[in-house]
T-cell receptor, first 115, second 118 residues
Framework: AQSVTQLDSHVSVSEGTPVLLRCNYSSSYSPSLFWYVQHPNKGLQLLLKYTSAATLVKGINGFEAEFKKSETSFHLTKPSAHMSDAAEYFC?????????????FGAGTRLAVHP | DTAVSQTPKYLVTQMGNDKSIKCEQN?????MYWYKQDSKKFLKIMFS???????INETVPNRFSPKSPDKAHLNLHINSLELGDSAVYFCASSPRTSGRSIYSYEQYFGPGTRLTVT
């Protein structure tokens, strides 16, 4: 079965400094992977997705994620944090239930951005 | 606007009551979902419907009963509410329900309904 593990429950950075949110995956084959973001009191929004076309995936709002098979990782990065990046971030992998698709969410990483 | 919408946004009720949450999507998608997000932000799928047919039921208590009058609507009715039902409930939709393509996993989420049981 596929699963994802987010290594940090909380990450705190200063505005203008780099962001690194870590995610490891477990899969018996080359997986598909997503990052979703949830701003306070809002629904979830797709940030980016790994399609196996390229290992470095660019998403919205300047975020990127790099798929590293050797490390079974799909870490999310951004060169310079903005106050508006403060949110909950979820690493997500696909799963199946009775032959139908479903999403399996990591536990989430809360990103705090300080002035 | 094209979107997934939920009503109500907030719901406060007492233990033992019965309540419903409504979801509508105008994206033309065939598949809709209910997720529960607990106080620790952990998200888990509860149900999925495809064209009004229940296709995923993730061992949710019988007190929870989803209903899909048409493929654009998926409602969640909860009987005999318990304290542990307090959570944020998210509705989502996707254009496909199966297949290995990553695009078959893209889901669009509503803003959530915060349910508080006292």
């Amino acid at each position: 079965a596929q699963s994802v593990t987010q290594l940090d429950s909380h990450v705190s950075v200063s505005e203008g400094t780099p962001v690194l949110l870590r995610c490891n995956y477990s899969s018996s084959y080359s997986p598909s992977l997503f990052w979703y973001v949830q701003h306070p009191n809002k629904g979830l929004q797709l940030l980016l997705k790994y399609t196996s076309a390229a290992t470095l995936v660019k998403g919205i709002n300047g975020f990127e994620a790099e798929f590293k098979k050797s490390e079974t990782s799909f870490h999310l990065t951004k060169p310079s944090a903005h106050m508006s990046d403060a949110a909950e971030y979820f690493c997500v992998c696909p799963g199946f239930s009775g032959g139908y698709n479903k999403l399996i969410f990591g536990a989430g990483t809360r990103l705090a951005v300080h002035p | 606007d094209t979107a997934v919408s939920q009503t109500p946004k907030y719901l406060v009720t007492q233990m033992g009551n019965d309540k419903s949450i409504k979801c509508e999507q105008n994206l033309g998608h065939d598949t809709m979902y209910w997720y529960k997000q607990d106080s620790k932000k952990f998200l888990k799928i509860m149900f999925s419907y495809n064209n009004k047919e229940l296709i995923i039921n993730e061992t949710v208590p019988n007190r929870f009963s989803p209903k899909s009058p048409d493929k654009a609507h998926l409602n969640l009715h909860i009987n005999s509410l318990e304290l542990g039902d307090s959570a944020v409930y998210f509705c989502a939709s996707s254009p496909r329900t199966s297949g290995r393509s990553i695009y078959s996993y893209e889901q669009y989420f509503g803003p959530g309904t915060r349910l508080t049981v006292t």
